[in-house]
């Protein structure tokens, strides 16, 4: 996805920005986003890979049902990113196929 | 272990209609909600730290909501309101398994309203799992409730009116639409032909408005269209999409491809029975409104006597119905726990049941063009996969199939569809629609796929460790 503006200012004030950190890279997210918006924003949109065709996938149903946004987040496996706020310097990471995570 | 009187589980439209009328009559609610704050999907408040400076640009549903939200907050002395907190089971003796906090705990009603919507119709064809397409209610979540944009430049693919709704506010919160595909036939004349239902003026008021913002922002709306495949290396980069028939199959000489970063798809609704399936109430298979629904009684009763459903999750028809219907499976526990006399309830019943009537009579014709025709469960190929938590692509299904297997709990076994974390939810509806259609079967005897507790993942150490009772 091109890069640009994601985030939308125009009638809407944003809570307090701060950096969230995804596979190492430090991100921007504002109080009040989920990590899955904050990611989308980042303009990151592959959240984890399937475990057996090893596929990326992102956000999908965006309301806690599909399981499509699972992401390791401080160390807790299997977090849905769309469903979870971003803290402060949380870490998130992608979550790997059982394949790749064995290596 | 505490009893209630009355439980509800969902704080949507219909479930906050339903509190507030019973707790008018002097019942003592108990009412569950897995979110944060009350509103359901379609009354959905900003998150803590956004501060709106215009909210009436937000469109008459967030004024409906906003109201019933007030009322709701001031009768906190008798609506005991539970945030964050999922029904992950229901057992025997009338007991809910809740999990909230990180803590599971048990809890027993005398009455239950089971109102937990409807989600995103999932409509598998190839590329359908690549990062960038998102269902019409997921994006609508974003832009709506955290104001961010799913991608710079979109499709919307679908059919019926939400995806008016979810233009409309992607357009203004400044998005770039590159088509809006409208499967149904909707004809030259729709609108004239809508317009011939009288009475039902407001719908009618808020349709043309959403088409005259999408005229205005000069996005081409194709009916009788649809999108027959996501490409993209990794994400979305392009769609195909094509011209359909009357039964939805693409006419493939008129198939082109378009350059977008994203896709939203918005097929209608699928009601959320888990609960109401757990609890063995009985089911009938009706595809308008969305699916498997719970069989009810005037009053929203179920085939389990004090097992009641409303709204989006007992038959898809939007947040109108689903306020009235709550409003009488309120009054009908209020009256059945003698806190008002039967005459009473009769009377407060007449004035819900009869704008019901009005508004159903205007949904038919949009249940018309919006039912999934058969074209659209032949757009997946081989390689498409079809069960996105199991990766169980068409080819695996097709092969299992083959083996005279006509039930999908059998296909369940041989393929293990529907045993991942979404329990069913994203491939359970479409596979019913396959099996219906090649089999040609009715959806009875192809059955569904029988939830299971947890309803939702719930970490083993929430359900090993505080075992709590409230």
């Known amino acids: 996805m091109s890069k640009g503006e994601r985030r939308v200012y125009q009638g809407v004030e944003r809570g307090q920005p701060f950096e969230i950190e995804v596979d190492g890279e430090k991100i921007v997210a504002h109080e009040g986003e989920t990590i899955g918006a904050a990611l989308l924003a980042a303009g990151r949109r592959t959240l984890r890979y399937t475990h057996k065709l090893e596929q990326p996938r992102g956000l999908y149903c965006g309301i806690g049902l599909c ?15 769309c469903q979870t706020l971003a803290t402060p ?15 | 272990m505490k009893e209630c009187d009355f439980v509800i589980i969902g704080g949507g439209p219909g479930g906050i209609a339903a509190a507030i009328k019973a707790a008018q009559a002097g019942v003592n609610v108990t009412l569950l909600d897995e979110n944060e704050r009350p509103g359901g999907q379609c009354f959905r408040q900003f998150e803590k730290g956004f501060t709106v400076a215009d909210p009436d640009a937000l469109g008459p549903d967030y004024r409906d909501g906003q109201e019933l939200l007030h009322q709701l907050n001031s009768m906190q002395d008798k609506i005991r309101y539970l945030n964050n907190t999922l029904v992950w089971g229901i057992f025997e003796d009338r007991t809910l398994a809740l999990a909230r906090n990180g803590t599971t ?6 009455h239950l309203l089971v109102a937990t919507g ?10 359908w799992t690549l990062p960038g397409v998102f269902t019409a209610g997921g994006a609508q979540k974003l832009v709506k409730s955290e104001c961010v944009l ?7 693919a679908g059919t019926g009116p939400l995806q008016l709704v979810l233009a409309d506010q992607i357009l203004k919160a400044g998005g770039r639409i590159e088509a809006i595909l409208e499967a149904g036939n909707i004809g030259e004349n729709w609108i004239r032909g809508l317009m011939g239902i009288w009475g039902n003026w407001d719908f009618l008021k808020e349709g043309m408005r959403y088409l005259r913002s999408i005229q205005k922002a000069g996005v081409p709306f194709l009916r009788s269209h649809v999108i027959l495949e996501a490409r993209g290396d990794g994400q979305v980069e392009e ?17 082109r491809s378009v350059k977008v970063d994203t896709i939203c798809l918005g097929y209608g609704l699928v009601p959320s029975t888990e609960l109401t399936m757990l609890a063995e109430c009985e089911h009938k298979y009706d595809l308008k409104q969305g699916g498997y629904i719970p069989l009810r009684k005037a009053n929203m009763e179920t085939s389990v006597p004090g097992i009641y459903a409303v709204g989006d999750g007992a038959g898809v028809a939007g947040r109108k119905v689903a306020i009235e219907e709550g409003c009488i499976a309120g009054i009908s526990v209020a009256s059945a726990l003698g806190c008002i ?3 009473k309830a009769r009377e407060q019943i007449k004035p819900c049941r009869k704008r019901l009537d009005k508004i159903n009579r205007f949904r038919k014709i949009l249940d018309d063009i919006s039912l999934p025709r058969k074209g659209l469960y032949e757009l997946a190929t081989d390689d ?3 069960c996105r938590c199991e990766d169980v692509t068409l080819k695996q299904l097709k092969a299992a199939l083959a083996d005279d297997t006509i039930q999908i709990k059998d296909l369940k076994r041989m393929t293990r569809i529907g045993m991942g974390p979404c329990e069913g939810r994203m491939c359970g509806p479409s596979i019913i629609e396959m099996m219906r259609h090649r089999l040609n079967a009715v959806a009875e005897d192809v059955g569904y796929l029988k939830p299971r507790p947890s309803i939702k993942p719930v970490a083993l150490g929430v359900l090993a460790g505080n075992n709590s009772r409230s």
């Not at chain 1, 399981?67 to 990113?81: L, S």
């Not at chain 2, 769609?239 to 939805?248: F, P, T």
């Open chain 1, 67 to 81: 399981q499509e946004c699972r992401m390791t987040v401080n160390g807790i496996p299997n977090t849905q990113a």
């Open chain 2, 384 to 386: 498409t996969v079809i």
């Open chain 2, 239 to 255: 769609a195909v999409i094509a011209k359909v028939d009357k039964n939805w199959r693409p006419r493939l000489n008129t198939a």
């Open chain 2, 150 to 156: 799913p991608g710079q430049n979109i499709l919307l």
């Open chain 2, 341 to 343: 006399p039967h005459a």
């Open chain 1, 89 to 103: 310097g949380c870490q998130v990471e992608t979550q790997k196929s059982f394949n790749k995570r064995k290596s």
């Open chain 2, 105 to 110: 705990s048990s809890l027993r009603f005398k």
């Open chain 2, 118 to 127: 409807a989600y995103d119709r999932p409509v598998p064809f190839p590329g």
